[in-house]
């Protein structure tokens, strides 16, 4: 059950802002709390220090890998810069202030003397205004990524597979005596909503009509109607947003390793503003601050609600009763924190007790990122970037950071590279993220109840012959991936019980089959669930009343797989790589039948407790019987 709690509060499990929040705050979190925001963010998200970040990095790493910034001063310590150079290239300059949002402040402006000297008088920033951009049906477009950031040190860095694509709703023209047309020129929503020409998409369905657009849509339709390379676009914008999140990383890291206490306490999603020009050079506009999450259509409603559920389940907000629990106290650690990776030629058991939760930490990360993509750091991605990093203290090259202060550095990039991202580990496989990129809304997330289209049947049907193969010669699932699978069956069953609870048409054997397996599996949870269900006969309240109890069930049971078990690496147990592809496409049905086809039990450890499950190699159980 989720609970608001007074602002001055400080019994929360999250904290969500949409303002940069008080260093007071954030060191006095404790370990099972998160925050949105990481400290000093504002050397990514104002505009004259992103450039600023930008720049420096720029002259450290080579200019042209950093040229995806428009030429930009900031004001007014460059204006005597600008006006010179002004006149050698004479062209459109866009004006923003430093820390607005929304298209707020933002001027355009031409060569005249005059209507610069008018415009820089305040803390602007002034950058070159692109003037080709590549054009939709003759509109001008930019697009908003959704980038979050788990950790700075090491850095971990995932884009959302979806975005939205703003448009302009007047046609675009190259004309200097129009500059003053805001709706022409500037694509924010905030802009551009009041116009009469605005069409706001009604149909969720259909994600490429009126003047917002899903990502996926428009890679399909740059791809089918002007025969884009899409992969390589989207390629070039993956590296900006790495680049970028390195540029400021450095400026942050004192701020951070000074006032966050705990690894995980924060997290922070971005919004970053790229445009594309008619040569398919994407640029960065911008980086958002607690980008908008506000619903102005039903296409907003599903990208952004999937989005924010899957953020969620990445950052895994641990189940504490902030009132009446000691979490530090009562909340046991796992002896094993860590994947033993037969290939690793370092000595785990060296590790230092920060150096294991950070591993675990990550990997748990990483297995619950569902639509988020893990583009920093992977096998490529580390082979691509780490040369922008220290050596020593893995800090990025270039930067201003005080010279004392790099020697308190632990340099966590690194380590966390050669234990999990490595190219002999099981996270080394890069997954072909264009598909996900490009998929249709519609299949943006599988529905648990729609059924497959043929070709994903198909696959989805040799996939279970494979695994039933797999068993039948032996295999087995490992304890940790027992119970991932049976905590997909979970969801899918309280999906089923939901829908039967709303339509009134509640079957009575299957609720008190629900009940029966919450009453026994319930104890054997770290922390037991009390079962309590109203005696009379049965009706939607009761219903509603068990689905509730389910949900509270699977929440805990989760828990306690992230918290005492990690991916077992053994001979008989079933491949990562398979196992992680059945879980990713398998629904309920996939379940039952792998869990009939094999000749064993093969899921007989999911309800036992973790304690059992460690101490004891063979376990029966009738849940399934």
Known sequence: MITRVNSDSNDFNLLWSNNHVNTKIISSLRSYQRINHFPRSCELTRKDKLYKNIETMSHRNGIKKFSFVPETYIMPKDYNRFISNQYRHRGLWIVKPFDLSRGRGITIIDYSFKDTQSALKENVVVAKYIDNPLLVNGYKWDLRLYVLVTSFNPLVVYLYEEGLVR??????????????????????????????SYIRNSDPERENVGHKWSMSALLNHLREEYLINTETLMAEIEDIVVKTIMSATAQMLPAINCFVPH????????????LVDDKLKPWLLEVNLSPSLGIDSGLDSRIKSSMLCDLFTLIGIPIVDPTVFNFNRNVRRPKSDIPRNRNSNININNLSSDEKRLL?????????????????????SWKKYSSYLDNINGIPRGSTIPPFYVK????????LND??????????????????????LKDFKRSLNDNKDADQTTDMSKLKKTIVKYLNDGYVFSNLQARQTFALYLTYISALLKKCALEKNFDSPSSNLVLMFLIKASKNLSVPLKIEVSKSSLSNKKAMEIL?????????????????????????????KL?????????????EEIINDSKHNCLSSAIHPVNDIK???????????
């Open 579 to 591: 196992f992680n592809l059945f879980l990713t496409h398998a629904g309920k049905e996939d379940i």
């Open 360 to 380: 675990k930490n990550t990997m748990d990360q990483n297995q619950r990122s569902r639509g988020f993509i893990r583009i920093f750091p992977t096998y490529l």
């Open 167 to 196: 448009f302009a709703t007047v046609k675009y023209v190259c004309d200097r005596s129009r500059i003053n047309n805001r709706r022409m020129h500037l694509c924010n929503y905030s802009v551009n909503k009041s116009s009469p």
């Open 408 to 415: 308190l550095i632990r340099n966590y990039n690194y380590f």
């Open 419 to 440: 234990h999990l991202f490595s190219e002999n580990s099981s996270f080394y496989m890069d997954i072909s993220r264009q598909d996900r990129y490009e998929r249709s």
């Open 263 to 274: 690894n995980q306490n924060c997290f922070e999603l971005y919004g970053f503003d790229i």
């Open 548 to 576: 509730q109890l389910l949900e509270s069930f699977l929440l805990k049971y989760n828990y306690d797989t992230v918290m005492y078990l990690t991916p077992e690496t053994t001979k008989n147990c079933l491949p990562h």
């Open 615 to 625: 101490n004891s190699k063979s376990l029966e159980s009738k849940v399934w019987k």
